[in-house]
């Protein structure tokens, strides 16, 4: 089963392990997106990925939203999920529009550079945490686990494997996220890091053992393993007419009174999903008064 969370405890209970399959999340956001650049789509994919499991560690009302600002601090991409498991993210219009020359022969670590941060607010409407880290990895997933480990001081591992075909098209995309739980080892972090690298093939098989034999095919990398419960991921854009109706302010008054005079319609784009919002005559009427 695509798209859902298992959540288990493993390691007689001191470890607890996350595990999701999000490559048909992860290939509808690339979708919506139009990106065809491959360097882009790993990093888009590679933060979703993260973050849609990250879902499944919050309650409630709690959400997560992360934002990556590379050395080119021109560079970002944005990413948040809530404990409903709605994810959404995007790459800025810089990023998007960077020249072809450099985002076709830039490396992930060329482009994150030394002075790339992290920036996670993360709780509830009541209760938010803002913390911002640096990047010393300048792989996304370990910088990502390396916040995990800085403001949760907790032991944490994110691992995440997404591949992509020659063609440019998705292969498969899934990710874990363990964490230590009170008086456990500090050994077994690296040993679940360990069993995730080394075993590839039976975590993009294990979709297909979900609701069917799981604990099973988990046992087989991991000792004492525990479902203890499922959740799911979808891309959830939230945008409305209302939303991007606010964005129309931002064009110039001459442009708005052309439209008019010219009977036109004023398209605007959502940037995040992709959806396209139609403004007509009195709708942009209402902009200039
Ligand atoms: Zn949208």
Redesign the pocket.
Same mark, same amino acid.
């Given at each position: 089963m695509e798209n859902t969370i298992v959540k288990t405890l493993i390691f007689d209970k001191h470890v607890r392990l996350l595990f999701v399959d999000n490559t048909k999340l992860i290939n509808e956001i690339l979708s919506l997106n139009k990106i065809t650049n491959k360097i882009l789509k790993l990093i888009l994919g590679k933060t979703l990925s993260v973050v849609s499991l990250i879902s499944g560690t919050l309650k409630g009302d709690q959400r997560i939203s992360l934002q990556m600002i590379m050395s080119d601090p021109k560079y970002k991409v944005f990413a948040d999920a809530d404990a409903q498991g709605n994810v959404r993210g995007y790459l800025n219009g810089e990023l998007l529009k960077a020249p072809f020359d450099f985002i076709t022969n830039v490396s992930l670590d060329h482009l994150i550079g030394h002075k790339g941060t992290i920036r996670v607010i993360k709780g509830s409407a009541m209760n938010q945490f803002t913390g911002i880290t640096d990047m010393p990895y300048r792989n996304i997933v370990d910088d990502i686990s390396h916040y995990f480990n800085q403001s949760d001081q907790t032991q944490t591992y994110i691992g995440a494997n997404i591949g992509f075909g020659n063609d440019g098209r998705l292969l498969f995309s899934n990710a874990v996220f363990a964490q230590l739980l009170p008086g456990a080892p500090l050994g077994l972090i690296d040993e679940v890091k360990h069993v995730f690298n080394t075993n590839q093939e039976l975590f993009i098989n294990l979709r297909n053992f979900i609701g069917n034999n799981i604990e099973e095919k988990l046992s087989e990398v991991f000792t004492d393993v525990n479902v203890i419960g499922y959740s799911s991921v979808q891309f959830f !854009? /939230? @945008?409305s007419k209302e939303m991007l109706y606010g964005m129309l302010h931002s064009l110039n008054k001459n442009d708005l009174e052309q439209a008019i005079s010219n009977k036109e319609l004023i398209e605007t784009v @959502?940037q995040? !999903? /992709?959806?396209t919002y139609t403004f007509g005559q009195s709708e942009i009427q209402g902009l200039l008064k």
């Open positions: !854009c /939230g @945008c @959502c995040i !999903c /992709g959806r």
